[in-house]
């Protein structure tokens, strides 16, 4: 079966400018997710969605990220405007909302710098 | 929040040698899986521990989940060139079995 897909693979940006990251999950996975990772560290969530609803946005900064998943499919991770800390690589991830199997199925992943 | 520990933060070992990393949490959990993360590369899925004192091997990879199931680790008989990368534990954090919280992860490397 086809993975996670995540366009653009990398992306700089100056601070200030806007980006906005896609994500295309594995077909059936009801629960997707993003997240950041900074250099050196494990991946962070930022938002959880299952189907087309907000799960969980707890460690999302609202003042400047935003996400969506329409129609319970792709979903697309906004960022405006960008900050330097922002640098990191953004990873969508996807699972099967199934009682029982919790594992995650990550994409590639975008490598964003902002400069 | 949930957190995870996870140590050492890096191991530097020589082919052949053996690798352990090790994973633990405050608060009892109700699974915890394991991620490898290849340089450069995603996270992947390895496995996932439910019971306590639970223990699985893939080939030469050993997991063990504590009795209390607060704590993990991950074994790697005789290291290869392949097993490079960064091995992380992740826990179900705020109530939930589909939100992780990720250890830092340790780092290995294989010198050849």
């Known amino acids: 079966e086809a993975g996670v897909a995540q366009s653009p693979r990398y992306k700089i940006i100056e601070k200030r400018q806007s980006v906005a990251f896609w994500c295309n999950p594995i077909?059936?996975?009801?629960?997707l997710y993003w997240y950041q990772q900074i250099l050196g560290q494990g991946p962070k969530l930022l938002i959880q969605?299952?189907?087309?609803?907000?799960?969980?946005d707890s460690q999302l900064p609202k003042d400047r990220f935003s996400a969506e998943r329409l129609k319970g499919v792709d979903s697309t991770l906004k960022i405006q405007p960008a900050k330097l800390e922002d640098s990191a690589v953004y990873l969508c991830?996807?699972?099967?909302?199934?009682?029982?199997?919790?594992?995650?199925?990550f994409g590639p992943g975008t490598r964003l710098t902002v400069t | 929040g949930q957190q995870v520990m996870q140590i050492p933060q890096y191991q530097h070992v020589q082919e052949g040698e053996d690798f352990t990393t090790y994973c633990n949490s405050s608060?009892?959990?109700?699974?915890i899986q394991w991620y490898k993360q290849r340089p450069g590369g995603h996270p992947v899925f390895l496995i996932q521990?439910?019971?306590?004192?639970e223990v699985k091997k893939q080939k030469r990879l050993t997991f063990q989940f504590g009795e209390a199931k607060k704590n993990s680790s991950l074994h790697i008989t005789a290291t290869q060139t392949t097993d490079v990368g960064t091995y992380f534990c992740?826990?179900?954090?705020?109530?939930?079995?589909?939100?992780?919280?990720f250890g830092k992860g340790t780092l290995l490397t294989v010198n050849p």
């Open positions: 991830a996807s699972s099967l909302l199934l009682q029982g199997s919790y594992e995650q199925y």
């Open positions: 077909s059936g996975h009801a629960t």
């Open positions: 969605f299952q189907n087309n609803g907000v799960v969980d």
């Open positions: 608060t009892t959990l109700s699974n």
């Open positions: 521990l439910v019971k306590s004192g």
């Open positions: 992740a826990a179900p954090s705020g109530g939930s079995n589909y939100k992780l919280t």
